[in-house]
């Protein structure tokens, strides 16, 4: 109950509380790294994708933070009459703070405070649907919480004990922390339960040889409507930060091309705070069996560049950057002519692409077939009859699409593999290629 209470202290109900004030601070000394230009707009709609109102906004200058505010004193006195005197409930800062920081501006302005940390929290909070991501959610949310417990309580004296017992036994604080604890240890255990299914599934995966390619990129970069396209999905795609948060993962129902299994991630951010990562091991993993990632690129955005370097960052953090990556530019169909002419010439080893036109797709499957397979082959095989197990890995593949008995008694099969599995298959005795002749030659017969 306390935990809940302590969790219920510290969420932002958008129901309740609907009126927000931003409070953009570009810091020169954290400033270590180029930033985006477009990150106010970033920042604005990760508060409206938490479903808040924005009923104001503020943009400030400073050199360094200040430890006990993080604001400075000059900064904080401009702002006190144009804050307190409006009807603003919360204030959200696009810095991760303490929590005495957070203590401190909250006495100073007397409304709520939250940073960006808490404010990705609340979000993945709305957005996680399986059972897997909402202990994810809820893990990060406690690991934050843990050292914010002091906020939670004004009344922090010892707890009496019962008839006979002097001792002053531990305060509320003591006990809730002791509580976060034990249900951080009880989440920490279920996900590796989790974990090790997951493992199960990747076995069975290998073992069925099907082929996994991850979609990985900036959030609302257009990963989910391309995921909903080369699997024809209907997984929900908004225009929102964050609006894909479970992975999914759904297998190529197209026959024309082989078994491959796609997988949504949840979409990367600048400046992700390091629990988050931690606590999304589980989903993050999925990527480090990937045998080819897809990196989706918002082609139009202006900062494009510098998301590629942030995700190429984290995926450097994961420890993914050595599987292959092909970078797919969506949103193609909002860039000039003209201007999508020089891009593609500049680079012509990476795909251009809208995922709501299916019709482009043709060089992007191209690519991946030739990555994941070395190219494919598509003709007839014939097989001894004690290759049963072959045959049935075939089928169980999807690649067969078409099967006929010789003569003598041989299996024969049209069928659509990768030339490397192929190549595999043909050093086994009594596996090998048919000419299209000899079949119709049986056919006839």
Same mark, same amino acid.
């Given at each position: 109950?306390?935990?809940?209470?302590?969790?219920?202290?510290?969420?932002?109900?958008?129901?309740?509380?609907?009126?927000?004030?931003?409070?953009?601070?570009?810091?020169?000394?954290?400033?270590?790294?180029?930033?985006?230009?477009?990150?106010?707009?970033?920042?604005?709609?990760?508060?409206?994708?938490?479903?808040?109102?924005?009923?104001?906004?503020?943009?400030?200058?400073?050199?360094?933070?200040?430890?006990?505010?993080?604001?400075?004193?000059?900064?904080?006195?401009?702002?006190?009459?144009?804050?307190?005197?409006?009807?603003?409930?919360?204030?959200?800062?696009?810095?991760?703070?303490?929590?005495?920081?957070?203590?401190?501006?909250?006495?100073?302005?007397?409304?709520?405070?939250?940073?960006?940390?808490?404010?990705?929290?609340?979000?993945?909070?709305?957005?996680?649907?399986?059972?897997?991501?909402?202990?994810?959610?809820?893990?990060?949310?406690?690991?934050?919480?843990?050292?914010?417990?002091?906020?939670?309580?004004?009344?922090?004296?010892?707890?009496?004990?019962?008839?006979?017992?002097?001792?002053?036994?531990?305060?509320?604080?003591?006990?809730?922390?002791?509580?976060?604890?034990?249900?951080?240890?009880?989440?920490?255990?279920?996900?590796?339960?989790?974990?090790?299914?997951?493992?199960?599934?990747?076995?069975?995966?290998?073992?069925?040889?099907?082929?996994?390619?991850?979609?990985?990129?900036? *959030?609302?970069?257009?990963?989910?409507? %391309?995921?909903?396209? $080369?699997? #024809? @999905?209907?997984?929900?795609?908004? !225009?929102? /930060?964050?609006?894909?948060?479970?992975?999914?993962?759904?297998?190529?129902?197209?026959?024309?091309?082989?078994?491959?299994?796609?997988?949504? *991630?949840?979409?990367?951010?600048?400046? %992700?705070?390091?629990? $988050?990562? #931690? @606590?999304?091991?589980?989903?993050? !993993?999925? /990527?480090?069996?990937?045998?080819?990632?897809?990196?989706?690129?918002?082609?139009?955005?202006?900062?494009?560049?510098?998301?590629?370097?942030?995700?190429?960052?984290?995926?450097?953090?994961?420890?993914?950057?050595?599987?292959?990556?092909?970078?797919?530019?969506?949103?193609?169909?909002?860039?000039?002519?003209?201007?999508?002419?020089?891009?593609?010439?500049?680079?012509?080893?990476?795909?251009?692409?809208?995922?709501?036109?299916?019709?482009?797709?043709?060089?992007?499957?191209?690519?991946?077939?030739?990555?994941?397979?070395?190219?494919?082959?598509?003709?007839?095989?014939?097989?001894?009859?004690?290759?049963?197990?072959?045959?049935?890995?075939?089928?169980?593949?999807?690649?067969?699409?078409?099967?006929?008995?010789?003569?003598?008694?041989?299996?024969?099969?049209?069928?659509?593999?990768?030339?490397?599995?192929?190549?595999?298959?043909?050093?086994?005795?009594?596996?090998?290629?048919?000419?299209?002749?000899?079949?119709?030659?049986?056919?006839?017969?």
């Amino acid at each position: 109950k306390n935990i809940f209470k302590i969790l219920l202290m510290n969420s932002v109900d958008a129901n309740e509380i609907k009126k927000a004030f931003l409070l953009f601070i570009n810091v020169e000394s954290l400033n270590e790294k180029t930033k985006l230009e477009n990150a106010f707009d970033e920042f604005e709609s990760l508060v409206v994708s938490s479903g808040l109102i924005i009923h104001g906004s503020k943009c400030l200058k400073q050199t360094a933070p200040v430890i006990n505010t993080f604001i400075t004193k000059g900064n904080l006195e401009n702002l006190r009459n144009q804050i307190i005197q409006s009807d603003v409930e919360i204030i959200i800062i696009n810095h991760e703070l303490s929590a005495s920081q957070t203590r401190n501006l909250e006495k100073f302005f007397n409304k709520r405070v939250i940073d960006k940390t808490e404010l990705i929290l609340d979000i993945f909070a709305t957005r996680a649907s399986s059972h897997i991501g909402k202990l994810q959610v809820e893990l990060a949310q406690l690991k934050h919480l843990s050292t914010r417990l002091i906020r939670g309580w004004t009344h922090l004296e010892r707890q009496k004990g019962g008839i006979g017992l002097r001792g002053p036994g531990e305060t509320q604080l003591e006990t809730d922390r002791r509580l976060i604890n034990k249900r951080i240890k009880r989440l920490n255990q279920r996900l590796e339960k989790s974990h090790k299914q997951r493992e199960i599934n990747r076995y069975s995966r290998k073992k069925s040889r099907n082929k996994l390619v991850a979609l990985v990129g900036y *959030t609302n970069a257009g990963k989910t409507t %391309l995921f909903n396209k $080369l699997t #024809e @999905s209907s997984q929900l795609a908004e !225009d929102k /930060l964050f609006a894909t948060l479970d992975s999914v993962t759904r297998k190529n129902k197209n026959p024309k091309y082989g078994p491959i299994l796609f997988s949504d *991630t949840v979409g990367f951010i600048s400046d %992700l705070p390091t629990q $988050l990562v #931690e @606590s999304f091991k589980a989903t993050l !993993d999925e /990527l480090k069996t990937a045998d080819l990632l897809l990196h989706v690129v918002d082609s139009h955005d202006v900062d494009y560049k510098l998301k590629i370097k942030e995700v190429n960052n984290i995926l450097n953090d994961i420890g993914v950057m050595n599987i292959p990556q092909i970078i797919v530019n969506n949103k193609c169909d909002l860039i000039d002519a003209s201007k999508l002419d020089i891009l593609k010439f500049k680079k012509n080893e990476e795909v251009f692409i809208s995922a709501q036109d299916d019709n482009e797709f043709k060089d992007l499957r191209a690519k991946i077939n030739n990555l994941l397979f070395n190219g494919m082959y598509q003709g007839w095989i014939s097989m001894e009859n004690n290759m049963g197990n072959i045959r049935s890995s075939l089928f169980d593949m999807g690649c067969v699409k078409e099967e006929k008995v010789s003569e003598c008694g041989k299996m024969l099969a049209k069928i659509k593999i990768g030339n490397d599995e192929l190549n595999e298959l043909l050093n086994l005795k009594g596996f090998e290629l048919c000419l299209d002749e000899d079949i119709l030659l049986i056919s006839t017969k």
